[in-house]
């Protein structure tokens, strides 16, 4: 059974709520560049929450918790990946998801996924509202391609092209809108 980590202080424990409540979505973000699969991001993520607040008591409060936390995720996402059947199949040795990691902490300094996700969700409002809604059935709600084939009364093939064609367009907005087209 894992070393619980020292009682806290009331102090100690709101410092901690504050600083996860404000990084925690820069947190996950770095997490779901470095596991492909979303459930098991948030299953990493989950785990990660855990251990960074029994290690917080080694925290120096007024340092850079964003990076003494994502030390501690990058570890977890370690483990998860030896624990883990599917990394197995993967090809990236841990040198390569080293350097994922120093490239997604930089992307975080720059707010370069703040900026992609701003441009991304204005490019989404320019598309008509039957394209918007399959997108939303297909990453809001994750639904099937079945399920979307029905609700929509297309064929599946017909929404496997369309998502395909959305998602090259939504790619091609996102970089004209960050200038980089």
Request: with cysteine; charged share 35%; net charge positive.
């Amino acid at each position: 059974m894992p070393a619980e980590a020292p009682s806290p202080d009331p102090d100690r424990t709101e410092a901690f709520l504050l600083l996860l409540a404000e990084h925690e979505r820069r947190l996950a973000l770095y997490v779901t560049g470095l596991v492909a699969c979303p459930q098991d991001a948030q299953d990493v993520m989950q785990e990660g929450k855990i251990v960074i607040w029994r290690q917080f008591h080694q925290f120096e409060l007024g340092t850079n918790f964003p990076a003494w936390a994502r030390k501690i995720l990058f570890y977890r996402i370690l483990a998860y990946r030896r624990r883990s059947k599917r990394a197995r199949s993967e090809y990236l040795g841990e040198r390569v998801l080293e350097l994922l990691s120093e490239e997604s902490e930089s992307a975080i300094r720059e707010n370069r996924w703040e900026r992609r996700e701003q441009a991304l969700q204005k490019c989404v409002t320019k598309l008509p509202p039957d394209h918007r809604e399959i997108l939303d059935l297909r990453y809001r709600d994750e639904a099937s391609i079945e399920g979307i084939s029905r609700r929509t009364e297309r064929t599946e093939g017909a929404v496997y092209r369309l998502l395909s064609r959305l998602r090259k367009s939504l790619y091609l907005c996102v970089e004209k809108e960050l200038g980089h087209a």
